[in-house]
């Protein structure tokens, strides 16, 4: 991964009359990848390349997290199930994780002029309908537990639904911009070729 982003969210509305809802939301962009699939050389000596490249967008999790383990990149952050609200009535935890793109590799084709210009052609994964916030707290899983004043976990998790799927909606553009500002495309790659060498066949066993 290249990039970690921690956000730590509270909702302006309240759940039963009870409390606002904690979002805490880790981001972690993956690396693209890129192999070669093709080169085609004709008798002048003009050379197209083709490679294949799969962005990805990397995983998106509603967690709580360690947050100083968060410039250490050589080991995996765990992803366990977040406290949303807590009061002396109610406790509400939730946990979701989605990952999203490098599945599907795509070609893309560089001509003898891109060669040599150096031109940089940016591939965007086909697969991130479901890298959003919206559709990552739409399914978020909830452990209740409600003490007093009435309250049932079926009306507890309907209120979360209710309060997440609003929050969502505003955070989606705040991660894409926070992103954005770093100079992170989500789910892009920039990929050019360097050089290419066209000479005589070789017969390799």
Same mark, same amino acid.
């Given at each position: 991964?290249?990039i970690?982003?921690?956000? !730590? ?14 979002? =805490? ?19 002048s000596?003009?050379?197209d ?5 799969? =962005? ?26 977040a ?16 990952? %999203? ?39 978020t ?12 976990? =079926?009306?507890?998790s309907?209120?979360v ?11 989606? =553009? %705040? ?9 992170v495309?989500?789910? !892009? ?15 390799v066993?």
């Amino acid at each position: 991964s290249q990039i970690r982003l921690y956000i !730590e969210a509270q909702t302006s509305g309240v759940v039963s009359g009870l409390a606002a809802l904690r979002i =805490p939301l880790y981001l972690e962009v993956a690396s693209a990848q890129a192999k070669l699939s093709d080169i085609s050389c004709d008798y002048s000596g003009a050379s197209d390349v083709t490679l294949s490249v799969a =962005p990805s967008v990397g995983e998106l999790a509603l967690t709580e997290i360690d947050k100083s383990r968060l410039d250490n990149f050589k080991s995996a952050m765990p992803i366990t199930s977040a406290h949303l609200l807590k009061t002396a009535l109610a406790q509400i935890h939730g946990k979701a994780d989605v990952h %999203i793109g490098g599945d599907n590799w795509q070609s893309v084709r560089f001509s003898k002029s891109d060669i040599k210009s150096g031109n940089v052609k940016t591939v965007q994964t086909n697969n991130i309908a479901g890298a959003t916030v919206s559709s990552l707290l739409g399914n978020t899983q909830l452990s209740i537990s409600a003490l007093g004043l009435g309250l049932t976990t =079926p009306q507890l998790s309907a209120g979360v639904g209710d309060v997440l799927k609003k929050a969502a909606v505003g955070l989606d =553009p %705040i991660v894409n911009s926070i992103t954005g500002i770093l100079g992170v495309g989500l789910g !892009e790659a920039d990929v050019r070729v360097n050089g290419v060498r066209c000479g005589g066949a070789a017969l390799v066993m």
